[in-house]
T-cell receptor, first 112, second 115 residues
Framework: AQSVTQLGSHVSVSEGALVLLRCNYSSSVPPYLFWYVQYPNQGLQLLLKYTSAATLVKGINGFEAEFKKSETSFHLTKPSAHMSDAAEYFCAVSSNDYKLSFGAGTTVTVRA | DTGVSQNPRHKITKRGQNVTFRCDPISEHNRLYWYRQTLGQGPEFLTYFQNEAQLEKSRLLSDRFSAERPKGSFSTLEIQRTEQGDSAMYLC?????????????FGPGTRLTVT
């Protein structure tokens, strides 16, 4: 069985500041890891994915994440927050190439 | 728009009524998934289809829930005798199986409120 834990249900950052969202996973087999973003009243959009290639993964909108097996982590970062980054972010894991298991989500607010 | 579509976007129903939701996947995608998302939580897997075959159902999918994908294209999710605990966002996603199904594309969801 696989699962993810997102540390911090709410993160508030100033515009232009670093965004760091934490995700730790548990998986009995090498995992596939994902970050999704959800804007109000919308579905989920894939930001980036780790599928056992490069450990540093670059995604859309300037986000990136680093897979660290020793720490079982897949934290999401963005060097400079923009107002449009305000949304809810979900980390997800899949170890059998179909079913996604999501974390509880982290809501990001961006202060002007 | 060639993305995943879901209808209706919102549904308010009284406890005990039946409701049906529809999902139209991306046209060439042969895998279709249903998830449920309650307030403050991440989506939880309910079931998935490979073409018209339903291959797995979560224990979350009680006997009151039934999903179909009759021709391997659109899918419906029916909830019978709705309960207040069924209030949630129901998300549909689709993907290809010709490559590892890493990327699931999500629809906007159907928000169900049971009063």
């Amino acid at each position: 069985a696989q699962s993810v834990t997102q540390l911090g249900s709410h993160v508030s950052v100033s515009e232009g500041a670093l965004v760091l969202l934490r995700c730790n996973y548990s998986s009995s087999v090498p995992p596939y890891l994902f970050w999704y973003v959800q804007y109000p009243n919308q579905g989920l959009q894939l930001l980036l994915k780790y599928t056992s290639a490069a450990t540093l993964v670059k995604g859309i909108n300037g986000f990136e994440a680093e897979f660290k097996k020793s720490e079982t982590s897949f934290h999401l970062t963005k060097p400079s927050a923009h107002m449009s980054d305000a949304a809810e972010y979900f980390c997800a894991v899949s170890s059998n190439d179909y079913k996604l298991s999501f974390g509880a989500g982290t809501t990001v607010t961006v202060r002007a | 728009d060639t993305g995943v579509s879901q209808n209706p976007r919102h549904k308010i129903t009284k406890r005990g009524q039946n409701v049906t939701f529809r999902c139209d996947p991306i046209s060439e995608h042969n895998r279709l998934y249903w998830y449920r998302q309650t307030l403050g939580q991440g989506p939880e897997f309910l079931t998935y289809f490979q073409n018209e075959a339903q291959l797995e159902k979560s224990r979350l999918l009680s006997d009151r829930f039934s999903a179909e994908r009759p021709k391997g294209s659109f899918s419906t999710l029916e909830i019978q005798r709705t309960e207040q605990g069924d209030s949630a966002m129901y998300l549909c996603a689709s993907s290809l199986d010709t490559v590892p199904t890493y990327e699931q594309y999500f629809g906007p969801g159907t928000r169900l409120t049971v009063t």
